[in-house]
């Protein structure tokens, strides 16, 4: 068998990450990790991350010891030997609790950090605890969320790939949309489009309605109508799962006075948010700059304010009044505010941005412009 997995990261790369993980183990007086993943846009980034694997089927495990050494437990022989093929890694047939414990115990671990509990089900951790019950597991995501939080260049060369797909997308939809059309229509050419340009999975949001709420695919059955406001949001992965986020808005025909007002808002929210995104500042200042713009205006915030992106659609950093995580160069950072409509729904707009080592970069091209269709 001779395959290539397209467009993952370099095995220089997974060593890199293996190491520098290993070390964070002994420093947490641990004697291994277990990583876990299941294959959906928020939980996957942490198996992947160490493996380049990315059909977790229901769950499957890695396991990462203090020495740097690791071995990936997959559900079937097949997928054993595909892990292998790909990855270049050990893999043994079996995710079971039962093979899981077996694993740690040929590796004599006794203080296992376990990355995470919100991608293992309570099911496999409750067998596992049975299974080894000489064994102490703690909660070691943190070490995962640290590592993770700063790219590598590698990481951010298929990130910036990934946005110019979100701009591809929206310019496509721009052509597309117009009264009478349907939103499952569009959305699904859109997907093709982007797939068919490199992408590996796509996370799109939309709307259309005077009190627009963002919702899903499955749920995209409306037309558009005169007098609606659009929503448009793109989390695409682009080549090797990078996920960025394009979020815009527009309206069908002519905007109202009003959905101008919160546009403006909103947009102005985002470009106070944009010169906080530099190494040394907090998350909570950023959150303050963005927020303090809707707080004195005479509309409402909406959804929340922004987080990073990577590997999964949804990772932390947060952009919190309560998270004081300080930015770091390579770090990948999406502002989104959304600014609430008196009338129900709300106006959004955001972008992915890239800090640097004196700032950041937009990483989007597509204008900040209250779109009419």
Known sequence: MSLKA???????????????????????????????????????????????????????????????????????????????????????????????AQAIRKIQARRVGVCSLGTMTAAFYQGLTREAAEVEFVDATAIMDQVRMVKSAEEIDRVR?????????????????????????????????????????????????PAPVPKFLDLASETYRPGDVILFNAEIAGPGGYYTQVVRSGSVGKASEETRSVFAVCREALEAGQPMLKPGVSMRQVFHAVDG??????????????????????????????????LKPGMVMVLHPHVELPAGGGVWVGETFLITADGSVRLHASRRELFEV
């Open 293 to 326: 713009v809707i707080r004195h205006s005479k509309y409402k915030r909406g959804l929340h304010i922004g987080h990073a992106q990577g590997l999964d659609i949804y990772e932390k950093p947060l952009v919190d009044e309560n998270d004081e995580t300080v």
């Open 6 to 100: 397209r467009d993952r990261v370099s095995q220089a790369e997974l060593q890199r990450r293996s190491r520098e993980v290993a070390g964070r183990i002994a420093e947490q007086e641990l004697d291994a990790l277990l990583v876990s993943g299941i294959n959906f846009s928020a939980t996957l980034g942490y198996l992947r991350y160490l493996t380049n694997w990315a059909q977790p089927f229901v769950g499957e495990y890695f396991l990462l010891s203090k020495s740097g050494e690791g071995v990936f437990l997959a559900r079937t022989q097949e997928r054993a030997a595909l892990v292998r093929e790909i990855s270049g890694l050990d893999s043994l047939t079996g995710a079971t609790p039962g093979a899981v």
């Open 161 to 209: 790939k990934s946005a110019e797909l979100g701009d591809l997308a929206f310019a496509r939809f721009k052509e597309l949309a117009a009264p009478g059309a349907g939103e499952h229509e569009i959305f699904t050419e859109l997907d093709y489009l982007v797939r068919k340009h490199g992408a590996e999975s796509t996370y799109f949001m939309m709307a259309t309605d």
